[in-house]
């Protein structure tokens, strides 16, 4: 089955530094994965979407100077939170999908906490 | 109006009852529907696709109402394994590329 690969798991950084997050499809490609943020005992709410050798399309209301997202390949995507502030604190994932109907497989998430 | 709609709960149940959840979605376009589970902490894991006719997996059965635009999960002999947040998921518009979650219902399966 589709494998989708995110690092790290958790992250601990101090206010104002970057923070960068991986997520690879290992054994498909995925010309399109997506990034999600979740608080606690919230939804997963959908940043954006990365599409690969483009640029990526970010939801309204989320910050894309903010949320750098680089898709170079068909197999990895990263996510680099820019100058984090505590309020970016929160649990983020990595999706892709096989195709339509198929489902979206996830990566196990990092949890990131700005201190 | 969310997107996605669906109780939080929590819905506590003795071990073996038979519990349903339902799921209502806003956008008549939708296509795809699925049921996914979230343990705590952890990442979603697909539950089932849910089909127009229906579909059945073992203990879980998912059942797609597009006049009412709701989707449904049945759970039936639950079991303590079954405690989780269950999260309706469904595509936005025609488009296959991007889903958008349900908050979640949290099930708590008492001995």
């Known amino acids: 089955g589709a494998v989708v690969s995110q690092h790290p798991s958790w992250v601990i950084c101090k206010s104002g530094t970057s923070v960068k997050i991986e997520c690879r499809s290992l054994d498909f490609q995925a010309t399109t994965m997506f990034w999600y943020r979740q608080f606690p005992k919230q939804s997963l709410m959908l940043m954006a979407t990365?599409?690969?050798?483009?640029?990526?399309?970010?939801e309204q209301g989320v910050e894309k100077d903010k949320f750098l997202i680089n898709h170079a390949s068909l197999t990895l995507s990263t996510l680099t939170v820019t100058s984090a502030h505590p309020e970016d604190s929160s649990f983020y994932i990595c999706?892709?999908?096989?195709?339509?109907?198929?489902?979206?497989?996830f990566g196990s998430g990092t949890r990131l906490t700005v201190v | 109006r969310k997107e996605v709609e669906q109780d939080p709960g929590p819905f506590n149940v003795p071990e073996g009852a038979t519990v349903a959840f339902n799921c209502t979605y806003s956008?008549?376009?939708?296509?795809?529907f699925f049921w996914y589970r979230q343990d705590c902490r952890k990442e979603p894991k697909l539950l089932m696709s849910?089909?127009?006719s229906g579909n059945e997996d073992g203990r879980f059965t998912a059942q797609l109402n597009r006049a009412s635009q709701y989707i449904s999960l049945l759970i039936r002999d639950s079991k303590l394994s079954d405690s989780a947040t269950y999260l309706c998921v469904v595509n936005r518009g025609s488009s296959a590329s991007k889903i958008i979650f349900g908050s979640g219902t949290r099930l708590s399966i008492r001995p």
């Open positions: 849910v089909y127009s």
């Open positions: 990365s599409n690969e050798g483009s640029k990526a399309t970010y």
């Open positions: 999706s892709a999908s096989l195709g339509y109907n198929y489902g979206y497989t």
């Open positions: 956008n008549s376009a939708s296509q795809s």
